[in-house]
């Protein structure tokens, strides 16, 4: 159930094309099948959005993603569910860990299938916590750029001074290779972990009271571990300015998502779940213009205290999610991204961690803006020396 849509005939007629042409020996992802989450537009397959109010759709022209993943040489195999317009009302999308659990949202589809080994890669977007929540869940790389480093033209806007891309992908050398191939720049080499130890700047109580029974205590041994393979570790305090970025986040969000879906709020009101009635857009039409201005100020105020809160260190080490997959449809706790979502920062989950139901827990990396290649290379180090 990880597929909205799935084009095996499309995808068989594409391989055998990029075969013919002897793309196979030159091009970065040549043969690689690709999923695509059913915001991102394309024109050969629907795309719904995750709504009933837009079934069957069928755009134009594919997104900038989906357009240089097939230049690339990518087979894209199908749409992968979405939440309701990548917000809070699930989709028919389980945990292939378990599947009474969620696989998290709003990405739920392209993280299940890249778990499910359906995919090596998927594309998915983050406005909240949609690409590193379901990588946690879901126990795969999930990977989000710094904010506008890769192009959104042709995905669906939520709210666009959030809205990212994210990547999903079973290893760290995969997803640096997929940032690359949607950048459109040749790709470069994997990064090297030999003669490189990150400085990593461990966030061991951010949101502490928020996380599960034995999640801090999982990453504590991970800090630890890194330390004894040769990371330089310290513990750091975010400071109260940063931790309250939640609630801005929440307005901005909001304000910006009822905006963007004015026509479905108008002339399509009952088919719009409850659950984003009551959640979304009764935020965002509570939110006043001034309200909106005076969070999009503090955010402001806040990325130009970055270099405060990373100090001396390369990446910063937290939590990608309270802990394991929740039982039920419920997505999760969104508060451990959106801090960082505000921020524009890039992210990783890395499948490090687990629970006391052995389920998956992802450690998430953090870099500066602009830092992604640090990032990964801090990502494959701490994936060689933290399992």
């Known amino acids: 159930m990880a597929f909205e849509h799935l084009d095996a005939e499309g995808a068989r007629r594409a391989a055998n094309a990029l075969d ?16 695509i989450k059913d915001i991102i537009d394309t024109a050969d397959m629907p795309t719904g959005y995750g709504s009933p109010i837009h079934a069957g759709h ?18 894209a195999l199908g749409k992968t569910v979405t939440t309701e317009f990548a917000n809070l009302h699930p989709g028919k999308t389980r945990n292939p860990h378990d599947p009474r659990r969620t696989p998290g949202g709003s990405s739920s589809g392209s993280a299940a299938a890249v778990a499910a080994m ?42 666009g001074s959030l809205d990212r891309l994210g990547l999903f992908a079973r290893t760290v050398d995969d997803v640096a290779l997929y940032a690359d191939v949607l950048r459109g720049i040749p790709p470069e080499p994997s990064p090297s972990t ?70 479905e709020i108008e002339n399509h009101w009952d088919r719009i779940s409850t659950t984003l009635r009551e959640g979304r857009i009764s935020h965002g039409l509570a939110c006043s213009y001034e309200q909106y201005l005076a969070a999009r100020r503090l955010a402001g105020d806040a990325q130009r205290q970055i270099d405060v809160l990373f100090g001396p260190h390369d990446v910063l080490l937290a939590a990608s999610a309270a802990g394991e997959a929740p039982e039920g449809t419920a997505t999760g706790d969104f508060a451990f991204c959106a801090v960082w979502t505000v921020l524009g920062l890039p992210a990783v989950s890395l499948p490090l961690l687990s629970g006391p139901a052995g389920l998956p827990i992802g450690a998430q990396l953090l870099a500066r803006p602009g830092e992604d290649a640090r990032l990964l290379a801090a990502a494959s180090w701490v994936m060689a020396h933290g399992g």
């Open 20 to 35: 013919s042409r002897g793309g196979a020996k030159t091009l970065p992802i040549a043969g690689a099948p690709f999923g």
């Open 58 to 75: 069928r755009p134009s022209a594919d997104a900038a993603c989906v357009a240089l993943s097939r230049k690339a040489g990518g087979i």
């Open 118 to 159: 359906m995919l090596p890669l998927a594309l998915g977007t983050q406005t909240t916590s949609s690409t590193i929540r379901p990588a946690s869940f879901c126990g795969v790389v999930g990977f989000v750029p710094s904010y506008g480093s890769i192009s959104v033209s042709g995905v669906r806007a939520a709210a």
């Open 194 to 263: 030999q003669g490189f130890a990150p400085r990593i700047g461990f966030c061991a109580d951010f949101l502490a009271d928020r996380m599960e029974s034995g999640t801090a205590d999982a990453l504590s041994r991970l800090a630890r571990t890194l330390g004894t393979a040769g990371a330089a570790v310290a513990d750091i305090a975010v400071p109260p300015a940063f931790s309250r970025l939640t609630d801005e986040h929440r307005w901005i969000s909001s304000f910006e998502f009822v905006r963007n879906f004015t026509y």
